[in-house]
T-cell receptor
Framework: SQQGEEDPQALSIQEGENATMNCSYKTSINNLQWYRQNSGRGLVHLIL?????REKHSGRLRVTLDTSKKSSSLLITASRAADTASYFC?????????????FGPGTRLSVLP | DGGITQSPKYLFRKEGQNVTLSCEQNLNHDAMYWYRQDPGQGLRLIYY???????QKGDIAEGYSVSREKKESFPLTVTSAQKNPTAFYLC???????????FGSGTRLTVV
């Protein structure tokens, strides 16, 4: 399976600190995505990074992709209490365009005021 | 506003009943998906559809059924054959292949 696995499972930081979450996967991919889920809600798409990209930014979010290590990281800078949520990575297998993305179990981030 | 709507938000099922969860999108997306999420866990794919009148089983399709008669709609039926249906169900859609998903706000199903 190419399922992504996030690390750590849970992370607790103070407001203003940076939060880093990692995702590892097993097989070659076309794309990797990061999503956020607030408790009891649907997932919100954050960033999609393609296999030929190494880094993408969106506001306070920075995503890196290292295909040689089959890993990605999500960095949230200057965290806020509103960033408290679960964060998931999702991958699709190379060659399977149009097939579904597989989600990891997620990292639960708590940002303390 | 364009989006994806799931209803109802909460649903209670008695033993032996079939129940249907609604998912409607007005984003003109070709692909639609159903996921199940159990507490503290990730998402598991139940069914997906890339075009009207066609759908494919995901990893945990047993005890579930779907239809895709219209591009906008992808209802999920949880049948009595699904022995442990209590979970949070999420519907999603996407347009071009490999693009990000748009998720609905979910339906929480509880067996009573």
């Amino acid at each position: 399976s190419q399922q992504g696995e996030e690390d750590p499972q849970a992370l607790s930081i103070q407001e203003g600190e940076n939060a880093t979450m990692n995702c590892s996967y097993k097989t070659s991919i076309n794309n990797l995505q990061w999503y956020r889920q607030n408790s009891g809600r649907g997932l919100v798409h954050l960033i999609l990074i393609r296999s030929n990209e190494r880094e993408k930014h969106s506001g306070r979010l920075r995503v890196t992709l290292d295909t040689s290590k089959k890993s990605s990281s999500l960095l949230i800078t200057a965290s806020r209490a509103a960033d408290t949520a679960s964060y998931f990575c999702a991958t699709d297998a190379a060659g399977n365009y149009g097939q579904n993305f597989v989600f990891g179990p997620g990292t639960r981030l708590s940002v303390l005021p | 506003d364009g989006g994806i709507t799931q209803s109802p938000k909460y649903l209670f099922r008695k033993e032996g009943q079939n129940v249907t969860l609604s998912c409607e999108q007005n984003l003109n997306h070709d692909a639609m998906y159903w996921y199940r999420q159990d507490p503290g866990q990730g998402l598991r794919l139940i069914y997906y559809s890339q075009i009207v009148n066609d759908f494919q089983k995901g990893d945990i399709a047993e005890g579930y059924s779907v239809s895709r008669e219209k591009k906008e709609s992808f209802p999920l039926t949880v049948t009595s054959a699904q022995k442990n249906p209590t979970a949070f169900y999420l519907c999603a859609s996407s347009d071009i292949k490999g693009a990000g998903y748009t998720f609905g706000s979910g339906t929480r199903l509880t067996v009573v």
